[in-house]
């Protein structure tokens, strides 16, 4: 028990230091986005409503992954996304944050399309960027985004914002901002071709 509360409080701690550079650097809104991290059968998130700069243990609520649980009611809105995710991709850990340029671009793109990166680091490293569509925290949302991120690195939900996962918080946060760099790039390449 000693050994899980360690892991636990090391994982609290990984998610208020990826939480904190997101906001830091404009890749979301300090109450929006959530961050997760398997542990086992079992995953920590963020509460509902939780400034991602001011996450602490109280912030982070462990739930079940197979199975629904009593504590996804005071549990990101997105838990069944994550849950989702987990369930169809190997992700450990999962960031989504609500990074302006791909949300731009995802609206440019439409849902059921790819964002192609001009970037040769995006084109690289991402490959083409699904457009995924789906309420927030539905399990339409829940299906589309488990099955584009069994292909790719990261996604984008239409007029919502970018799903990252990775072996670690520190991968899928890398992740995060390629995604939101190469947008950003592919918006300001394209604005400055329309002005030629």
């Known amino acids: 028990m ?9 994982m609290w701690q990984e998610m208020a230091k990826y939480g904190r550079k997101l906001v830091e650097h404009g890749l979301v809104e300090s109450n929006f986005g959530n961050i997760s991290v398997r542990a086992g059968d079992k995953m920590l998130i963020t509460r509902s409503g939780t400034a991602l700069d001011e996450i ?4 982070v609520v462990e739930v079940e992954i197979q199975d629904t649980s009593s504590l996804d ?12 995710i987990y369930r169809q991709t190997s992700a450990l850990a999962i960031i989504h944050a609500h990074c302006p340029y791909a949300v731009v671009e ?17 084109q690289y490293f991402l490959g083409n960027i ?14 589309n985004l488990a099955d584009a991120l069994s ?11 970018t799903f990252a996962p990775g072996r670690t918080l520190g991968e899928a946060y890398i992740v995060t901002t390629q995604l939101e760099h190469s947008c950003r790039v592919k918006y300001l390449y394209e604005l400055a071709a329309i002005k030629k």
Do not use: M, W
């Open 106 to 122: 995802s609206l440019l793109a439409g849902t059921g399309e790819v964002i192609v990166p001009v970037d040769s680091e995006g």
């Open 2 to 10: 000693a050994f899980f509360l360690y892991i636990s409080h090391k």
């Open 130 to 143: 699904p457009v995924v569509g789906g309420g927030i925290g539905s399990p339409e949302l829940a299906e």
């Open 56 to 59: 602490t243990d109280d912030n």
């Open 151 to 161: 292909k790719h690195k990261g996604a984008v939900v239409y007029s919502h914002g």
């Open 73 to 84: 009611i005071i549990a990101s809105s997105e838990t069944v996304v994550h849950r989702e």
